[in-house]
């Protein structure tokens, strides 16, 4: 015992103090001997998102207010739609909030994923909002299914299109290329505050930290994303390869219909 201590039992150990008839009690911890405090998350973060469950919009939901004052990325998004929330959500009340949510929630509906996904990401999007942290669009309308549809037709469209999302090139035209560079750029200009935490789809994953490496995969390791990104790619090709013989097809048999006729 020091001479500032007193034993659990309450009777003081000898000392200069206790002669003096002054029981030393334990004084409070200095500022030297605190447990330091965690501070705010800081960095940037990759969430897989294998788009057919719900089970990573939970986990972040969970814990996004670890990421206060950061910034949000999301997929499917765009900046013209966000406008909008952040519009509502920087007005008193929250009739405009569901409002502009529900019209927001319909026009993401497009992507074909299933209601409950969707519902997840602007459940994120209110969830963001609540702590600080600002929302920011991965996608643009001009890389958007239905710009490439509407340049190439819908079979080659969409063949396109799946290879621009699964692109794996740091060429600027490719999704993940893309989105990198925008999120940079935005974090770099002060707009888009640290922590940035960047939701994906697996594929994108393993490219966006090769072309950033501060970027790190919240709840997996490495090799976990890396393999569904594989899985996830491969699955996207063989689609693709499926619709473009398809298409061979309508297209050869249309040319013998045509010749039929002739």
Request: aromatic share 8%; glycine share 6%.
């Amino acid at each position: 015992q020091t001479e500032s201590s007193c034993p659990s039992r309450g009777a003081c150990v000898p000392s200069t103090r206790q002669r003096m008839g002054v029981c030393a009690s334990r004084q409070p911890a200095t500022s030297a001997e605190q447990p330091e405090q965690p501070g705010p998350i800081s960095g940037f973060y990759f969430v897989r998102d294998d788009h057919t469950a719900t089970v990573q919009q939970a986990r972040l939901a969970a814990d996004l207010q670890k990421y206060a004052n950061g910034s949000l990325w999301l997929e499917f998004f765009y900046e013209e739609q966000l406008a909008a929330v952040r519009a509502a959500f920087a007005t008193p009340g929250v009739i405009d909030d569901e409002a502009v949510l529900t019209q927001v929630k319909k026009a993401v509906m497009s992507n074909g994923w299933s209601d409950a996904f969707n519902q997840s990401l602007v459940d994120l999007l209110r969830l963001a909002h609540q702590h600080s942290i600002s929302i920011h669009a991965l996608d643009s309308p001009e890389w958007s299914l239905d710009a490439f549809t509407e340049k190439y037709g819908t079979f080659r469209g969409r063949l396109k299109y799946l290879a621009n999302r699964a692109s794996q090139e740091n060429d600027g035209e490719g999704a993940t290329s893309r989105w990198a560079k925008r999120v940079m750029e935005e974090h770099a200009e002060g707009t888009a505050p640290a922590p940035v935490v960047v939701m994906g789809g697996a594929e994108h994953g393993p490219v966006m930290l090769e072309i950033v490496p501060v970027f790190e995969f919240m709840y997996e390791d490495a090799g976990a994303v890396r393999a569904a990104a594989k899985a996830k790619v491969e699955a996207e090709l063989a689609a693709a390869k499926e619709a473009k013989s398809e298409a061979e097809e309508e297209e050869e048999e249309a040319e013998a219909e045509a010749e039929a006729e002739a």
